[in-house]
């Protein structure tokens, strides 16, 4: 293959995600310590001195939990809009070297096209990305990476910007009945089940089986709550799905994996 995608975790206790094209090494946020990075990284065959940036989505702690060890490598450059750098930055405690982004907008950084989108999330104003990258010619064929987590719901902008994908990150956070019938506070479960908080394996579920798309070739189940959800539940609410799209890949991340997930080559 000519690019690795690996998952090196993914649950409510922290989400990280390395994307390694020909020019470039990078994470998609950095929700564990430095170290756990570090072996993360090992265990797939990189070294964390060699990321050269690191995406932000948004600055609660099981997306930025890294940033202030990060800080401390000489290379990488961290990319987030404004708001969701001044809240990091407040979190970390320590300088990191900025590129600030305007929401909504599209850039280069060296072999990848970056476009980032507004999320509905309870965050100072978090997003989603897409990444692109390949020659479009056939032995590197241009490929298009969706990382979107951290939602209430689906709203048409985000359809729209992972309709042409082939890889596809989505939350799959909480079984409904499992939230309902947990011990947690009645204003978090609110929380969570609200329009800026959690996707549902059914909302999941939803969005996989009406999306306008004939390009999608993996997509991982993401960020599921270890309480209110299990790899089981998802998997099988996952049946019509894989019916409706029987030339698609579904990996579901057991929040409890001790290794990372990569994508399977095709």
């Known amino acids: ?47 964390i001195e060699d990321l050269d940036a690191v995406f ?8 930025i939990t890294g940033l202030a060890g990060l800080a401390r490598l000489d290379k990488p450059c961290f990319f987030a809009n404004e708001e969701t750098a001044r809240a990091a930055q407040t979190c970390a405690k320590t300088a990191l070297r900025w590129k600030i982004f305007d929401t909504g907008s599209t850039f280069q950084f060296q072999d990848l096209t970056v476009c980032n989108f507004s999320i509905p999330h309870d965050a100072a104003d978090p997003v989603g990305y897409t990444f692109s990258f390949g020659e479009d010619n056939l032995l590197s064929p241009r490929r298009k990476l969706a990382w979107v ?14 309709r042409d994908v082939d890889f596809l990150v989505l939350e799959a956070n909480y ?42 070739q993996q997509v991982f189940l993401a960020h599921l709550s270890r309480e209110c959800n299990s790899p089981d539940l998802v998997d099988a609410a996952l049946c019509t799905a894989r019916a409706l799209r029987p030339h698609c890949r579904f990996t579901v991340i057991h929040p409890a994996s001790p290794s990372p997930v990569s994508l399977a080559p095709r």
């Open 175 to 216: 079984d409904a009945d499992l939230l309902a019938r947990s011990a947690r506070p009645m204003s978090l479960k609110q929380r969570i089940r609200g329009r800026h908080g959690h996707l549902s394996n059914d909302l999941a579920l939803e969005l996989l089986m009406t999306l306008e798309s004939d390009r999608l």
């Open 56 to 63: 932000i989505t948004h600055e609660h702690s099981d997306h």
């Open 1 to 47: 293959m000519d690019f690795r995608f690996h998952i090196l975790g993914s649950s409510s206790a922290g989400n990280s995600a390395l994307l390694v094209t020909p020019h470039s090494r990078v994470l998609i946020d950095a929700g564990f310590s430095a170290r756990r990075l570090k072996q993360s990284l090992a265990a797939v065959g990189e070294r």
């Open 149 to 162: 987590t951290d939602l209430g719901y689906v709203p048409q902008l985000i359809r729209e910007k992972i």
